[in-house]
């Protein structure tokens, strides 16, 4: 199949959301019945982002092959069918990594290296390798144009274009289109510099998306398609929406799918959007509300756990309910912030997400323990799942001082500890047990009920494990182990026969999870939070009625 490409770049400013765009316009040709793959380069040095602080980058989203890559590519998976892998996600880093070996080994054969052709060849041959076996490859290329890093990223599709031609090829650019409050007016001159600035590496957009808060006039639209030479028709408006789910929807009102196919020559089907809209419709007119408390590390960083906030949604979405997330620093529980400590009270289900590091475990613990004690849904992934074994060996089993060795290395209770296969290992980059690993599911349990499966297969990011010596003081106390490697070596998941809904994982299937096939785990999750929240609010009221008749009460007044 000769495939063919769209290059999404990106304009004026960072973060216009060409990830969600690029994902968006994949959705939209999947409905036209075409078959296409995703890719992103990222023009920084790092090999990949796994190394890097949640701070600087946002979720570090795994594949089913381990890779760890951009958060972008959760945006991919949730939006299409593409399956992705570590072919789908390159750095500036990573491309030098593969040429140095190359040079190391001699196949350049005593030529000297350079960034043209050489380092543009090997982006080329990226490209080209995604694109094998299907209808369009969408390729969007991190930063903002201008930006030095990502040149030879550009000058990679300008050669792109010059290779395959223009059946073959489209460029579109996404760009911010600024509404200016003291003029009362929208200002296209950011987007004209910005194609500007395109030109002058070669490279002509044949389509605009335009970033905006308000819908383009057809003056602006023919002002921004005269002086950026484009057809009227291919100047978008990306409006701001609510919800993400609607990008598709609203990019079909544009007709941008009807352009691309007539720019690359694609005869394809109508579009059916149908399933799209009617999420669209359920976000929208949702029957009630349920509100989750995240206990974690990096909650004043949203981006940080990206793919567990859609999760969420996706769970919420399944029952028709709003989701009310609220994110609470788990350091503030830790220092006895009463404002926190009360707010616990407040919420219908508490998750404790994946995370690194000392700082604020102590936090989640009385989190944990709050949830355990007052019969609060909880949804504990990785991180949250070992804080909730050393929470019961701690408060249970009477293990004072229970802790993972990640924590403490000198615990005298080392409940979770290094994975075995890890032992030794110093350093950093890509050193976890990573990617998909098969589950095996104890019948009767919660985890059995909620999967429907004996087997399942999950993705990892970790580098410690349940302890296998307290499984027997553990279970002992009440704790169930319900998921394993199917050699027995790793447990998997950990429940709560006496709760109402407390499970953790070891895996995070917050990857996993799509708005049009919510993750079982989050579905439930969500589920058993709601209907707590109904008991624990008809609770609130009946002690407020029966205070109210109390006749200590009416004799006090
Ligand atoms: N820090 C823990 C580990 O490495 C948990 C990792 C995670 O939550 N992703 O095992």
């Given at each position: 199949m000769s495939a063919k490409y769209i290059f999404v770049t990106g304009g004026v400013v960072s973060s216009l959301g060409k990830g969600l765009a690029a994902a968006s316009i994949g959705c939209l040709l999947e409905s036209r019945g075409l078959k296409v793959n995703l890719m992103k380069f990222d023009p920084y040095l790092n090999v990949d982002p796994g190394t890097m602080s949640p701070f600087q980058h946002g979720e570090v989203f795994v594949t089913d092959d381990g890779a760890e890559t951009d958060l972008d590519l959760g945006h991919y998976e949730r939006f299409t069918h593409a399956k992705l892998s570590r072919d789908n996600n390159w750095t500036t880093g990573r491309i030098y990594e593969q040429i140095i070996a190359k040079e190391r080994r001699g196949d350049y054969l005593g030529k000297t290296v350079q960034v043209i052709p050489h380092v543009t060849n090997e982006i080329k041959a990226a490209m080209k390798k995604v694109a094998q076996d299907v209808d369009v490859a969408i390729v969007e290329i991190g930063g903002t144009v201008g930006d030095i890093e990502s040149l030879p990223f550009m000058e990679a599709i300008r050669q792109m274009r010059q290779e395959l031609g223009r059946e073959r090829t489209l460029f579109m650019h996404v760009t911010l289109v600024p509404f200016i409050a003291a003029a009362q007016e929208l200002k296209t001159k950011p987007t004209q510099h910005s194609v500007k600035e395109l030109l002058s590496i070669g490279i002509q957009p044949d389509i605009l998306l335009c970033r905006t808060d308000r819908f383009l006039s057809k003056e602006i639209k023919s002002k921004i398609a005269l002086f950026c030479n484009v057809e009227e028709e291919a100047v978008i408006t990306a409006k701001d929406v609510?919800?993400?789910?609607?990008v598709p929807v609203v990019f079909s009102h544009e007709g941008v799918d009807t352009l691309v196919l007539r720019y690359l020559h694609i005869e394809a089907k109508e579009r059916d959007l149908k399933s799209w809209e009617e999420l669209v419709h359920r976000v929208y007119n949702p029957k009630a509300e349920v509100t989750i408390g995240i206990v974690g590390k990096y909650v004043e960083y949203e981006d940080s756990y990206k793919s567990l906030k859609e999760a969420l949604v996706h769970g919420a979405l399944a029952h028709n309910l709003k989701l009310n997330l609220n994110w609470i620093e788990a350091e503030g529980l830790e220092a006895g912030d009463q404002a926190s400590q009360e707010q616990l009270a407040d919420y219908d289900g508490i998750l404790v997400p994946g995370g690194f590091g000392k700082r604020g475990i102590e936090g989640m613990l009385i989190a944990i323990r709050y949830a355990r004690e007052n019969n609060v849904p909880y949804f504990g992934i990785c991180l949250g799942m070992q804080t909730a074994c050393i929470e019961f060996a701690r408060n249970v089993c009477g293990l004072a001082d229970a802790n993972s060795s990640e924590f403490d290395p000198a615990t005298p209770h080392r409940v979770i500890y290094k994975l075995r296969e890890l032992r030794g290992v110093e350093e950093l980059g890509g050193t976890m047990r990573l990617g998909a690993w098969t589950c095996k599911i104890e019948p009767g349990t919660l985890a059995h009920k909620i999967y429907g499966q004996d087997e399942i297969s999950e993705r990892h990011r970790h580098r410690y494990e349940f302890n296998r010596e307290y499984e027997e003081t553990l279970t002992a106390g009440g704790l169930r182990i319900s998921g394993s490697t199917p050699d027995g070596t790793y447990v998997e998941i950990v429940e709560l026969p006496d709760h109402p809904h407390f499970i953790g994982c070891q895996f995070h299937p917050e990857f996993k999870s799509k708005p049009l096939e919510p993750h079982p785990l989050f579905k439930t999750f969500v589920g058993a939070a709601y209907e707590h929240g109904l008991k624990r609010r008809a609770e609130k009221a009946a002690a407020e009625i029966e205070m109210f008749h109390r006749p200590e009460k009416v004799g006090r007044r």
């Open positions: 609510a919800s993400i789910y609607e």
